[in-house]
């Protein structure tokens, strides 16, 4: 009997140091997370909100209006993703967005369009588009598309009538010379994700200790400056006019849901929106499952969502009127930049040309003559770091500044500008515009 005490105190002592030891090491794994929530992302909100409290409004050099948006989303349209109407719009509606121009994965070879969502909803514009084959692909028109002819003959067919065609995911490869594509992605949030490599754990845990609250600052431990994709865009830029855009890439699919189907079942969802069980409800859907929320899951544990998607990355189009084809022409113009949104709202921002008469005589995206260029400039609502970066290397920095000026001194090139927000001493890329494109004058 004696024994028998000894033996099984032993054993719990056991299990109890186990226990501790598993706790203590969880605890160390976890401890730069805790350190994120009680002490880096609490100051960053800090910065954030005194760069914010420096805001004001720039004059309005630029008469066409800064539409704000997405492009390259997918909806319940594409295999990976499950995203309603009811889930995408009140993100939309909270990033502020006046636009999402959706890439859907194709169904089948041939894709006809319009289809899923298209249209205008609350005053935001959806447009329907596929991505397929390293493309997005907005035709802008109903018709039917057959993605089985040669790739640089369906680029051809949609930018000849008036559709829209990006390079989506250009850290793959592609074919750079084909002479018809008129944007590529310079930042996708995807990309930038693969890039962390394999061990995806930390990320994982990051997230779930700062969930909702944190999000923002959570997501933002991926983002690296792709410096490779920038450089290959500024030398395409050398030869032919590329556009530069952002790319959300938002699925809101990373994550692990439940819902009850309408015949009283409960489907587990897991990442990817692939469906892990649909099961008779048990004790675990019974204690887990609550009301169905808008997009109808009584439960959910998210890594990414619509909104901090929505919210992380944005392409402002300055654009003549609030209609799809118009946002689509001054894209493919280039009256465009991307603004990294969860660090500040960049709306006020403008870079464009004025002439010896100090008249405005070329915005981004534009090509003009030495001739017609004075100065260089641009205007930010905060103060940045401005670079101004010419066929791809830094040629001149102002820090801290409200407004940027340069006179290139009647030098051809790409002139292209680079904001960045000082978030105590370091300094976070925020804005890059698309080049002024300045040619030898006649
Ligand atoms: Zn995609």
Redesign the pocket.
């Known amino acids: 009997m004696k024994l028998f005490r000894k033996i099984s105190r032993l054993f719990i002592k056991f299990i109890l140091i186990v226990l501790i030891i598993g706790f203590l090491s969880a605890l160390i794994y976890a401890a730069p997370s805790i350190w994120n929530r009680v002490h880096t992302y609490p100051k960053l909100d800090k910065i954030k909100s005194e760069i914010e409290a420096t805001y004001k409004k720039p004059f309005d050099f630029i008469k066409q209006t800064d539409y704000k948006g997405v492009l390259?989303a997918?909806s319940y349209w594409s295999h990976d993703s499950r995203g309603i109407l009811e889930e995408i719009l009140p993100a939309a509606k909270k990033a502020k967005l006046d636009f999402i121009f959706l890439?859907d994965h194709e169904h089948s070879q041939l894709d006809s369009f319009p289809r899923g969502y298209h249209g205008v909803y609350d005053n935001i514009i959806i447009e329907s588009g596929t991505?397929n084959r390293g493309l997005m692909v907005n035709p802008m028109k109903s018709g039917i598309l057959d993605w089985d002819q040669p790739l640089d003959t369906l680029i051809k067919q949609v930018t000849d009538s008036g559709g829209l065609v990006l390079y989506?995911h250009t850290e793959e490869k592609h074919a750079w010379e084909n002479p018809d594509y008129q944007a590529m992605e310079i930042y996708n949030i995807h990309t930038d994700f693969i890039d962390e490599g394999d061990d995806l754990l930390p990320f994982v845990v990051n997230s779930i200790i700062n969930g909702n609250k944190y999000r923002h600052w959570g997501m933002r431990e991926i983002f690296d400056e792709q410096i490779v994709i920038m450089a290959r865009w500024d030398s395409i830029n050398k030869f032919r006019k590329v556009i530069g855009m952002a790319a959300v890439?938002a699925h809101s699919n990373q994550n692990l849901r439940a819902r009850y189907t309408d015949d009283g079942m409960v489907e587990w969802v897991g990442p990817n929106a692939k469906q892990i069980s649909l099961v008779e409800p048990g004790w675990k859907e019974k204690l887990l499952l609550s009301e169905s929320d808008a997009g109808g899951w009584g439960f959910k544990l998210e890594l990414d969502t619509y909104y901090h998607s929505f919210n992380f990355v944005n392409t402002h189009i300055f654009c003549n009127e609030f209609s799809n084809v118009n946002i689509k022409d001054n894209l493919v113009a280039g009256h465009a930049f991307i603004a990294f949104e969860s660090l500040a709202n960049a709306k006020g921002f403008q870079y464009f040309s004025t002439n010896s008469t100090n008249e405005l005589s070329a915005i981004m995206g534009d090509s003009i003559s030495v001739n017609s260029i004075n100065k260089l400039k641009a205007v930010s609502p905060f103060p940045v770091q401005f670079k101004l970066i010419k066929d791809g290397s830094v040629v001149n920095t102002v820090k801290d500044s409200y407004t940027y000026e340069f006179d290139p001194n009647q030098e051809p090139g790409n002139y292209r500008i680079e904001a960045y927000l000082n978030f105590n001493d370091e300094l976070f890329p925020w804005i890059y515009t698309n080049p002024i494109y300045v040619y030898e004058g006649l």
């Open positions: 390259h997918h890439s991505e989506v890439d």
